[in-house]
């Protein structure tokens, strides 16, 4: 009995701890984002190709490319850019801003 | 002006670089002060330069998942992000789009959702401006009294979210950045019904949000400013991926619009340390109201009207965004240099 009430508060314990809800939550929340993206009015097909013809190599003509070939790829090419740009380009200015002088720690939630 | 000309492979055109720049400065200065993902900025300003809109509501999409990860950051670093809180609310949010969206299909079928949904979102807009409004003016008037009368600042009688924070259904759980304890169910139920009202508008729904931590779950401005861009930053992952796989983003586009919003952002991100939560709402409220004429116009067929009150709005409201964090940049230095210990907004 003793140690069933243990288990229990083990148990009980751990589905009150953020360990807990926090990865479930989260697994959650990133499965829900695809059954309501998937859900709705479909899109109406719109077929386009890039003309990459008089294109000259680079960065440009690469992406081209990928969208031509191949569309998951290019939309994990997309998320895995605006993701890498903003984090990088993120802690560069708040560095730039760091300079100012400006004191940027935890603020007063000040009404 | 050609030089500043870029060819976008995608949308077959030719943009120009500058105008690109100033679109993402503009939102990711809004949008890092206000916690809204500004699509309602974005997608009329690209028409409006003749950006084709098959792709103008992905590419932005896109960019604002990234310029929101900067603002995300930085508001994480100033205490203003409760992951916790923000989670619970996009449970709720995804159940209530995909109800939004069954419901504008069962609209669609009686032939109602172009009517109903058209003047509701303006009448929704002048709600939530008006409330805002109203909020702020009434909260500045009993403040002044109270100086006036020489009595201590009040905390008023019970709003209506301390009375929702005090329904016990549990689980209860602690949100330690907002500092309130509610029902899991509260952020999640205010979440579905956000999701339900984005949905059937369609729209992102950040401006919906924002105002909802604040007066249904009780959030501290900053914070409700700071969540909302952690799940503005989610939906626009999500989006950027599935608008993608669709072939509906102009990459490049997005690039250069990120370059902007990220310095954008960030300033705007950066201002909210200088201006009191009531200010802000203040700010939002004019910012709603100046949507709501710019979709009311939309609605009149004045198309060009619609999309230059909104972009001029827009960059006009940068600017006071940015010219308080200069004002509260060069306060703060003086009162260093003075060697006093306080700046006020």
């Not at chain 2, 690109?20 to 690209?46: E, K, M, Q, R, Y």
């Not at chain 2, 303006?122 to 009294?145: C, N, P």
């Not at chain 2, 369609?202 to 949000?209: A, D, K, L, Q, W």
Request: aromatic fraction near 10%; charge should be positive; include cysteine.
């Amino acid at each position: 009995m003793r140690q069933h009430s243990k288990k229990v508060s083990w148990t009980a314990g751990r589905l009150a701890s953020g360990w807990f809800w926090g990865p479930l939550l989260t697994a959650w929340a990133v499965a829900g984002e695809a059954i309501a993206a998937g859900g709705g009015k479909p899109v109406t097909k719109l077929v386009n190709v890039v003309d990459t013809r008089n294109m000259s190599p680079g960065f440009v003509r690469w992406v081209a490319d990928v969208y031509n070939t191949n569309l998951w790829l290019y939309g994990l090419l997309v998320v895995g850019i605006m993701a890498g740009m903003g984090i990088f380009f993120g802690s560069v200015f708040d560095r730039l801003i760091a300079m100012l002088g400006i004191n940027l720690g935890k603020l007063d939630h000040h009404e | 002006m050609d030089i500043f000309e870029i060819y976008l492979p995608v949308a077959g055109m030719h943009f120009n670089v500058l105008l690109l720049l100033l679109i993402g400065f503009t939102v990711g200065v809004c949008g890092g002060f206000f916690g809204i993902g500004g699509a309602w900025i974005v997608t009329p300003a690209l028409n409006i330069f003749g950006f084709p809109m098959a792709y103008a509501i992905g590419t932005d999409l896109a960019h604002m998942g990234g310029k929101s990860i900067v603002s995300t950051m930085r508001h994480g670093k100033f205490g203003n992000v409760d992951v916790r809180l923000g989670v619970s609310m996009i449970i709720g949010t995804t159940i209530g789009m995909e109800a939004g969206a069954q419901l504008v299909m069962w609209l669609e079928r009686l032939g109602l959702a172009e009517d109903y949904i058209r003047k509701a979102y303006v009448v929704f807009l002048a709600l939530i401006g008006s409330y805002v409004l109203y909020d702020y003016i009434s909260h500045t008037r009993q403040q002044k009294a109270l100086e006036a009368a020489g009595k201590p600042a009040d905390p008023g009688a019970l709003t209506l979210a301390q009375k929702l924070q005090r329904l016990r259904i549990p689980p209860m759980i602690h949100f330690k950045a907002s500092g309130i304890t509610c029902s899991l169910w509260l952020p999640i139920l205010v979440g579905f019904t956000t999701g339900i009202v984005a949905s059937v508008l369609g729209v992102g729904g950040g401006f919906i949000r924002m105002p909802a931590l604040v007066y249904l779950i009780g959030c501290p401005t900053l914070v409700a400013v700071g969540t909302d861009l952690f799940e503005v930053m989610i939906t626009g992952a999500y989006g950027a991926f599935t608008f993608g796989a669709k072939g509906r983003v102009e990459l490049i586009a997005a690039m250069w619009m990120l370059g902007g919003a990220t310095i954008g952002a960030q300033l705007g991100t950066v201002a909210v340390k200088y201006v009191r939560g009531y200010f802000i709402r203040l700010l939002f409220a004019v910012t709603i109201f100046i949507a709501c004429a710019s979709v009311l116009l939309k609605q009149l067929d004045l198309n060009m009207a619609s999309s230059v009150t909104i972009l001029v709005a827009g960059i006009g409201i940068s600017l006071v965004i940015v010219g308080l964090l200069v004002r509260g940049i060069v306060q703060e230095r003086a009162a260093r240099r003075s060697g006093a210990t306080q700046v006020e907004a």
